[in-house]
């Protein structure tokens, strides 16, 4: 019933930016949280950045001032704005979202979308 939908992704050079997005969509009653993953090649999946349903994010150190969550609550959606992109910022990037349906929370995640910095 719930689905999340990313977009957003492609190749960028280094130092440039991208915006992500991942839209829920389905039987929501609540978002208690999103987020964003992200697993380069030969690493271990990274989280990323969250975001709570009181608007309070965290991000991982490697990200900090150079990345920004936020999401429209109206919409569903979130976003993970990337700046000063890196080539080690390369990786498949995924969206995950807690959601509660109006009878259980699930934990959801997106199809992921590829993010390439080139160098």
């Known amino acids: 019933q719930v689905q999340l939908v990313e977009s957003g992704g492609g190749l960028v050079q280094a130092g440039g930016s991208l915006r992500l997005s991942c839209a829920a969509s389905?039987?929501?009653?609540?978002?208690?949280?999103m987020g964003w993953y992200r697993q380069a090649p030969g690493k271990q999946r990274e989280l990323v950045a969250t975001?709570?349903?009181?608007?309070?994010?965290n991000l991982v150190d490697s990200v900090k001032g150079r990345f920004t969550i936020s999401r429209d609550v109206a919409k569903n959606t979130v976003y993970l704005q990337m700046n000063s992109l890196k080539p080690e910022d390369t990786a498949v990037y995924y969206c995950?979202?807690?959601?509660?349906?109006?009878?259980?929370?699930?934990?959801?995640w997106g199809q992921g979308t590829q993010v390439t910095v080139s160098s």
């Open positions: 975001i709570n349903n009181g608007g309070n994010t």
């Open positions: 995950n979202a807690i959601i509660n349906n109006g009878r259980y929370n699930g934990n959801y």
């Open positions: 389905g039987s929501i009653f609540s978002i208690n949280s």
